[in-house]
């Protein structure tokens, strides 16, 4: 069993940056592959990153080149860095934990986190 809480969400404006952390508890958190989606506003669900337990990342198209997925497995973190932020990044960030290594599919993933307000203006 895996918990998971974000937290660093806010109001920016574009071009502003953040950093999202998602801690997890659970002995076996290094053993998870994890991930950030968002959903905006009467849109689906989406993928945004996501990171191996060896460390491995891969991105949306969206978002590649202006954020940064990490974890550190000691501490049972993992963070998002978003720079150059744009209005339609605006969306509940949610941090996900799954058995499934470097998947972009959130039924892939078993554990989500509540989710964090991420809203950006122009």
């Known amino acids: 069993q895996v918990q998971l809480a974000e937290s660093g969400g806010g109001l920016v404006q574009a071009g502003d940056s953040l950093r999202l952390s998602c801690v997890g508890t659970?002995?076996?958190?290094?053993?998870?592959?994890m991930a950030w989606f968002r959903q905006a506003p009467g849109k689906e669900r989406e993928f945004v990153a996501t990171?191996?337990?060896?460390?491995?990342?891969s991105y949306a198209g969206s978002v590649k080149g202006r954020f940064t997925i990490s974890r550190d497995n000691f501490k049972n973190t993992v963070t998002l860095q978003m720079n150059s932020l744009k209005p339609e990044d605006t969306a509940v960030y949610y941090c996900?934990?799954?058995?499934?290594?470097?998947?972009?599919?959130?039924?892939?993933?078993?554990?989500w986190g509540q989710g964090t307000q991420v809203t950006v203006s122009s």
């Open positions: 996900a934990a799954g058995k499934v290594m470097g998947s972009g599919l959130s039924s892939s993933y078993t554990y």
């Open positions: 659970g002995r076996t958190f290094g053993a998870y592959g």
């Open positions: 990171i191996t337990w060896g460390g491995s990342t």
